[in-house]
Structures are given as structure tokens and as C-alpha cells.
């Protein structure tokens, strides 16, 4: 029996983008359900009733949740390809140690580049810079984050870069100036097929979340 496989997403999430390019990598055939996350569909709360967010992997009936548990479970499922963890257990250690960095540092104060203003922003401005620094550093002179070839931790930062143009926009800094060496590890990565059809387009989040903003009362 073929594997059905269903993924519940948002276009414009980072965390969906990351299920995407596994999916992707991997080479696996899907559905795509398109959710909105304002009315969230009877599907998306019986599948994740405990958070109620997408992505939501859906195989064979089964849900997964959370995108870096998700972008795991393909790993291992599907592992006649394309491994995303090193199969050495310190080095998929320190993978998932750099993966749950992203997770905990990079959401929460990019977040605040595009919905706070003032002194709070400033403070988030400094904070990201701080942040990325340090992911440069954890990259040091390699292509990528695991070495010679794309993983999990590209994986987990790439999706951000979608939306470094709100970043840069809204909250008036120039990440290549900054941190150059994210930059050309960004556009290593978008070499890959696999990466750039996963990823949204720039402006096109750029404009829905001006529109956000708008709703929200932040113009």
C-alpha cells in the first residue's frame, strides 16, 4: 500500500516552509491543505487538538506535529535518502542543539521586527544582530551548518530568510552589512531546488504582512 501523505500548512509560515523542503528533500508525494490559521478548519483541531497550529504531517491517518519533530520523523521514515541528521549521535546532538537555538532565539525577536516600535524595537534590533552573530560563528568557514552538505540546521534557519525583507523593511536594518556571511549561506542554500520552490516569495510576504500590520493597527 502506498504511504498517503498529508501536510496542513500555512504558506507564510517558517515552520511549514521547513516541512516542505524535507518533504522535498526526500522526494516525497503529498497533499497540500492549505489552512487559515484565523478560522482554523474542524481537520487542523482534530489533528493537533493541543496546540490547534499548523504544520501538521498527516501519514497514513496518523498526525505528527511541531515542525522540527515533523522534519525528524521524515528523516527517519523515509531514510533511503537525502539524510538530514548526521547518523554519528554527537554530531545529531549537537545538530538538534542548534535547531532548538533557532526554535528558542530566532522567532521570538524577529517577531518583534515587524510588530513593535520605539525603544522595544531598538532593543530587538540589537538582540537579532546578537543572535545571528553567533549562528556565523557556529558556521564558521563551512558551507553548512552540519559541513559539506545540507541539514537539519539549514533546514531550520533557511525558512527565516522569506521574511528578512519585513525584517529589513520594518524595522529599517541591513542584515548583509551586518552578518554577510548568513547572507551568502542563505543564497548557498536557495541553490537547491529543494529549498528555493519551498520557500516563499519575499515580497509576497513582505505585502501580506503589511497587510497583518494593518489589521493589527501597527501602520
Same mark, same amino acid.
Given at each position: %500500500? ?5 501536510? =496542513?500548512?500555512?504558506?507564510?509560515? %517558517?515552520?511549514? %516552509?521547513?516541512?516542505? !523542503?524535507?518533504?522535498?528533500? #526526500?522526494? !516525497? #508525494? ?10 482554523? @478548519?474542524?481537520?487542523?483541531?482534530? %489533528?493537533?487538538?493541543?496546540?490547534? #497550529?499548523? +504544520? ?8 505528527? /506535529?511541531? @515542525? ?5 520523523? !521524515? ?11 548526521? @547518523? ?21 525577536? @524577529? ?33 553548512? *551548518?552540519?559541513?559539506?552538505? *545540507? ?5 531550520? =534557519? ?14 529599517? !536594518?541591513?542584515?548583509?552589512?551586518? /552578518? +554577510? ?7 548557498? /542554500? ?12 519575499? #515580497? ?16
Amino acid at each position: %500500500m502506498a504511504d498517503e501523505v498529508v501536510l =496542513l500548512d500555512f504558506w507564510l509560515s %517558517m515552520f511549514g %516552509m521547513r516541512v516542505r !523542503i524535507a518533504l522535498a528533500e #526526500k522526494g !516525497i #508525494k503529498y497533499e497540500y491543505k492549505e489552512q487559515d490559521i484565523f478560522n482554523k @478548519s474542524p481537520l487542523l483541531l482534530e %489533528m493537533n487538538p493541543i496546540h490547534k #497550529k499548523i +504544520p501538521v504531517l498527516i501519514h497514513n491517518g496518523k498526525p505528527v /506535529c511541531e @515542525s522540527l519533530i515533523i522534519v525528524q520523523y !521524515i528523516d527517519e521514515v523515509w531514510n533511503d535518502k537525502s539524510p538530514l541528521l548526521p @547518523s554519528d549521535p554527537y554530531q545529531r546532538a549537537h545538530a538538534r542543539f542548534w535547531a532548538d537555538f533557532v526554535d528558542k532565539k530566532v522567532y521570538e525577536v @524577529s517577531r518583534k521586527l515587524w510588530t513593535t516600535k520605539g525603544e522595544e524595537l531598538e532593543v530587538s534590533k540589537k538582540e537579532f544582530f546578537e543572535i545571528y552573530k553567533t549562528l556565523e560563528g557556529e558556521l564558521g568557514d563551512k558551507p553548512y *551548518f552540519g559541513g559539506e552538505t *545540507f541539514g537539519f540546521v539549514d533546514l531550520s =534557519l533557511i525558512t527565516f530568510y522569506s521574511w528578512f525583507h519585513v525584517y529589513e523593511v520594518f524595522s529599517n !536594518i541591513n542584515i548583509e552589512a551586518e /552578518c +554577510p556571511k548568513i547572507i551568502a549561506w542563505a543564497k548557498r /542554500c536557495l541553490q537547491k531546488e529543494t529549498v528555493a520552490n519551498s520557500l516563499a516569495d519575499q #515580497k509576497k510576504v513582505y505585502e501580506a504582512v503589511g497587510q497583518l500590520r494593518k489589521i493589527r493597527g501597527l501602520e
